[in-house]
């Protein structure tokens, strides 16, 4: 089966630029969630969607948004790129929306921008 | 506030050996679940272990343990045997139960020597 699917794999782009990261989650799964990790931190919460709809908004400013389609895919959007933008950009999907034991969350590889 | 604090920046392990990464964490909810995720090189993140607050037995899944003291806090993860392919990022992770979202720690980087 496959797992979570993130695409583009590595990115460059420069300051003031818009960028589109994608996710497919796994079959069956219903909640997207987007994580920030800037190289060696722990990844940051950025968004979660459950069911086509916004369930959560960690501590970004609102050039950070995202969407989630009617066949569970996601998108999220960075506008006016920064510098401090560069990262891993991680998708994550579950079943359902709080994550527990018996709603892990299983991760893409994620997509690594780099704003120049 | 939740935080997570895993204070070990770096751990070298003897192939075959034992390891226990440590992982205090902070949260004024009742209820919470916790979490230990590897990370190798190629940064995807892979689920290794899970304990819910009210569980009264340690999780154990493999050659993987939790050691959950919820008096102090802390959810310290233990490897057995420990193996080449266990080299990697691991992080704690948090959820509590009034949201959607983890709280990580900063990881500790695994080095296993063969």
């Known amino acids: 089966d496959a797992g979570v699917t993130q695409s583009p794999t590595h990115l460059i782009k420069t300051r003031g630029q818009h960028v589109t990261l994608r996710c497919s989650p796994i079959?069956?799964?219903?909640?997207v969630s987007w994580y920030q990790q800037v190289l060696g931190q722990g990844p940051q919460f950025i968004f979660q969607?459950?069911?086509?709809?916004?369930?959560g908004r960690g501590n970004f400013p609102d050039r950070f948004s995202a969407r989630q389609f009617p066949n569970y895919s996601s998108e999220l959007n960075v506008n006016a790129l920064l510098l401090g933008d560069s990262a891993l950009y991680l998708c994550?999907?579950?079943?359902?929306?709080?994550?527990?034991?018996?709603?892990?969350?299983?991760f893409g590889a994620g997509s690594r921008l780099t704003v120049l | 506030a939740q935080k997570i604090t895993q204070t070990q920046p770096g751990m070298f392990v003897q192939e075959k050996e034992a390891v226990t990464l440590d992982c205090t964490y902070d949260?004024?909810?009742?209820?919470?679940?916790l979490f230990w995720y590897k990370q190798p090189s190629s940064g995807e993140m892979i689920f290794l272990i899970y304990?819910?607050?009210?569980?009264?037995q340690n999780a154990t899944e493999g050659r993987y343990s939790l050691n959950f003291q919820k008096a102090r806090k802390s959810a310290n993860l233990v490897i057995s045997a420990s193996q080449l392919g266990d080299s990697a990022m691991y992080f704690c992770?948090?959820?509590?139960?009034?949201?959607?979202?983890?709280?990580f720690g900063t990881g500790t980087s695994l080095t296993v020597i063969p």
């Open positions: 994550a999907s579950s079943q359902k929306g709080r994550p527990s034991g018996a709603n892990v969350l299983t």
């Open positions: 079959s069956g799964h219903k909640s």
């Open positions: 969607y459950y069911e086509k709809e916004e369930r």
């Open positions: 949260t004024s909810d009742p209820s919470y679940g």
């Open positions: 304990q819910g607050s009210y569980d009264q």
């Open positions: 992770a948090m959820s509590p139960s009034t949201g959607n979202q983890f709280y």
